[in-house]
DNA sequence: TTGTATGCGTTATCAG
DNA sequence: CTGATAACGCATACAA
């Protein structure tokens, strides 16, 4: 049982240089077409893979890309729509020969910059799954010279792939009018999130498109996280409205269920009184009750646009920052039935 | 801007050599007090950290855990129980100065065996997240002085940490008996998994203790995977009952609702006609009509004690393998309301 | 107690 | 076209 296997060893069996093996198994240089199928033919016969922490160290790139999350950094991986990305991400760029690490944000008793994660870790490029755009650490990762793509936050000079969350908000609020649903309000989660932000966005724009009257009762935003604070933002806000609307978009199936649930214990019907819609099409949506007429959002399109969109600024430098949008998809469901 | 920070800026720095430097910063060796807090300190201020890979490929351990999924290799991360396993596990060895990486199947075109990706990488240990306790390779890296902790499988000589669900299964049968409902029918996923097998098991053994005699009725499990595929399953199934029951446990909370909504189609009320529960308490556990009955999972502790078994393991290896079992709790909801 | 030299396994730059 | 040789940045044995 070999215990190490270098260049050197495979080198030696081939009779050959370590450089010149190193050299057809990168691709690079003049080498014969003979001794050059010789070498890849052996070399996948043992099973020679360079190791990878001496490559890093001497190559000019490690094949290697670093994820950062921001604030959702303790349960990332946790979360339903995060964790489908990095993994269809993941899936993707191994596919092409890179490996995915964590850029922490302190290992032990080592904090340093994202960026000095970076280049610590020679990181071929970066995928910001999501950031704080106030973030000078962020703001420093972006402006260096390592490619960055983000799925999250929009900066002036970085690539962005993210939902189209004008058309899904749309999508929602058409089908509303088109079921003869007018009055429709929206309920949001915390505006901190840019997902949030740009929901609230299309849906006042929609309004406007609509020439209705925003009132006060017609949007409300939740600060808090989960199911608990949801039901409670809700039910008080439905205390509160002079007009009752016929229909409302909340802006996650986590708060569109706590939002049916306090419309219900309020007296409210769903779907006969009042359609709720609600965004992201988890996998309870459809086994709620009623069941959640939602918008999909196209998780692995998004991985693979910014991981093809990364390696391709990785291989070279002169791409146009661009935002790319991902279309979304509307889901019709109980939840917004017409009578 | 620096874009590259060594040991030997930071020794030129401060006017001493890099070795002396190396040796402060690792903790070895005799220095005076003075000149290592003077290091310590510059080193903190300047915030050097060694480069990654330099380190690992130098130093007989690399500071880094890898991670083998085997079968689910595919959407690991996207899997609520063993996303949240792989980040507690990750949180938690992160305070403790080690970094988490991926053992792959494949990398680009490179295809090794773990045992030879983990020495390729020079990874301290190895986290079996799921394995087969049949794959050769499997066999191979935890047979090897690699250190292996595993919160799947079970095999001789391996340390593995997980569940309870023994207690967890015995826990519904006990409440359900309890309640008053005595003829109690189990339902399973697919007996591949080692978390089924072991649930099987359990509920046998609950039989058997209750001296009942089990018929073709009480057990069914289903071989697909998902809502429909377990609806399907849960509807024949129901439709060949002889006698129907009183109660039935489910062997996860999806299969659970799968099963309740089936038998609400053939005409059962649940909880009036049948108990129901499910297992994992998953978020939607407590929002599914009715709200589901469940066992809850410590999945933090599963995490954290498998860390903590494989850093013991890493820092002196004569530590004796053993299944370390973590409790269950039950958490009672509607679906098993006695009336 | 401190500094110096060597090598970890590669890749890249040279001569040959 | 190929082979020797020098880094990459660090840790460590050994010399000072």
């Known amino acids: 049982m070999k ?14 240089s370590p450089g010149t093996v190193s050299k057809v198994l990168n691709g690079k240089g003049n080498v014969t077409e003979e001794t050059r ?14 190791n990878h922490s001496a490559r890093i160290l001497k190559a ?28 269809a991400f993941k899936n993707y760029i191994e596919e092409q020969g890179y490996e995915m690490v964590f850029i922490p944000k302190k290992l032990g008793n080592n904090e340093q910059t994202y960026l000095e994660w970076a280049r610590n870790k020679n990181v071929d490029g970066v995928l ?15 402006q260096s010279d390592i490619p960055c793509v983000s799925t999250d936050i929009v900066m002036n000079g970085l690539t962005t792939v993210i939902s189209d969350d004008a058309q899904g908000i749309d999508l929602v609020y058409q ?9 429709i309000y929206a309920m949001s989660g915390s505006t901190l999130s840019r997902a949030y932000q740009q929901r609230t966005l299309a ?9 209705v009257l925003s009132t006060p009762d017609h949007y409300i935003s939740s600060d808090g996280y989960g199911y608990q604070a949801y039901y409670d933002v809700a039910t008080s806000w439905i205390k509160q409205w002079k007009e009752k609307p016929e229909a409302i978009i909340a802006f996650s199936d986590d708060i569109a269920m706590a939002l049916i649930r306090a419309l219900e214990n309020q007296g409210y019907h769903v779907p006969q009184d009042i359609s709720v819609s609600g ?17 999909k959002q196209n998780k692995q399109a998004i991985a693979e646009t910014a991981a093809t969109f990364l ?24 939840s917004t039935d017409s009578i």
């Open 311 to 334: 390696l391709n600024l990785i291989q070279d430098q002169n791409k146009n920052p661009q935002v790319h949008k991902i279309p979304v998809r509307l889901v019709i469901r109980q």
């Open 3 to 16: 215990t190490k296997f270098t260049i050197h060893d495979l080198a030696a069996d081939l009779s050959v």
């Open 279 to 295: 965004y992201d099409d988890i996998q309870f949506a459809s086994l709620f009750t009623p069941s959640i007429t939602t918008i």
């Open 128 to 142: 910001i799954l999501t950031g704080d755009l106030n973030d000078p650490e962020m703001i420093e990762l972006t």
């Open 175 to 183: 089908h509303f009018l088109s079921i003869g649903r007018n009055r």
């Open 37 to 50: 199928v010789r070498i890849i033919n052996r070399a996948k016969q043992l099973g020679y893979v360079a």
């Open 203 to 211: 849906y006042e724009s929609c309004l406007k498109q609509a020439r």
């Open 60 to 87: 000019k790139h490690s094949w290697t890309i670093g994820v950062v999350f921001s604030d959702i950094a303790l349960f990332g991986l946790e979360h339903p729509f995060f964790g489908s990305i990095i993994q």
